[in-house]
């Protein structure tokens, strides 16, 4: 196991494995405060905020199914397109900032092997920030039929917990779940070298769906 960093089974739930630590309590407490709020006035004082922040909770956690698209390299995060990098190597990243009203759950940009799954601890600053290349971050790698494919999961100033479902030597096809970053965060992939990238700065991205590459 890696440290500081929990691992769990995916599935196919509709809401995402790695989000009990936040989503019990708060359910919980909303249910309890709900149940007292007839015979307390403190119970009823707490159930509005309670029952809030859990639908809340519940709408973050969220994990829809997603039909898969067809393309080489297809989008692992929702969210926005923060830019487009030119490496030294040949390689182009692709940063996607995910914000708190996205979905959290990130998925295989290509099918392939997991050669490797590495925690590197760091700040949490803001995801949208320069200084975000020192977060606390996983980084994965791909080996697909396009050679190895670099993708790393960024905590940003709220997502203090990136939880992977799956470990190195663990086969995926493109589009599995493969991790879930707790609040807003970022998710970067690097294209191989020849691979130009079909989105633009700014544009949305639906993981699984939207094709990151230009045909």
Do not use: C
């Not at 909770?57 to 297809?74: C, H, Y």
């Not at 030119?86 to 708190?100: E, L, N, Q, Y």
């Not at 992939?189 to 230009?214: F, H, N, S």
């Amino acid at each position: 196991m890696l440290p500081g960093v929990r691992v769990s089974v995916p599935s196919s739930a509709r809401l995402a494995r790695g989000s009990s630590p936040w989503l019990a309590p708060t359910v919980v407490t909303a249910v309890v405060s709900l149940a007292r709020a007839s015979r307390s006035r403190r119970a009823r004082a707490i159930a509005v905020p309670a029952t809030a922040l859990a639908a809340g909770m519940l709408w973050f956690f969220r994990d829809p199914e997603r039909e898969i698209a067809q393309g080489r390299v297809i989008s692992p995060a929702d969210g926005v397109v923060q830019s487009i990098m030119p490496w030294k190597d040949g390689r182009t990243r692709v940063a996607i900032f995910m914000s708190p009203l996205n979905v959290h759950v990130n998925r295989a940009p290509l099918a392939g092997t997991v050669t490797s799954v590495e925690h590197v601890p760091g700040g949490f600053v803001p995801a949208f920030n320069k200084e975000s290349e020192n977060n606390e971050r996983v980084v994965w790698h791909f080996d697909t039929e396009l050679g190895d494919i670099e993708m790393i999961q960024i905590a940003g100033t709220v997502a203090r917990r990136i939880v992977p479902y799956i470990p190195r030597g663990a086969k995926v096809e493109q589009g599995d779940r493969i991790g879930l970053i707790r609040f807003g965060s970022r998710v970067d992939i690097y294209l191989p070298e020849g691979v130009e990238a079909a989105v633009e700065v700014g544009q949305k991205t639906i993981a699984g769906v939207t094709r990151l590459d230009r045909p």
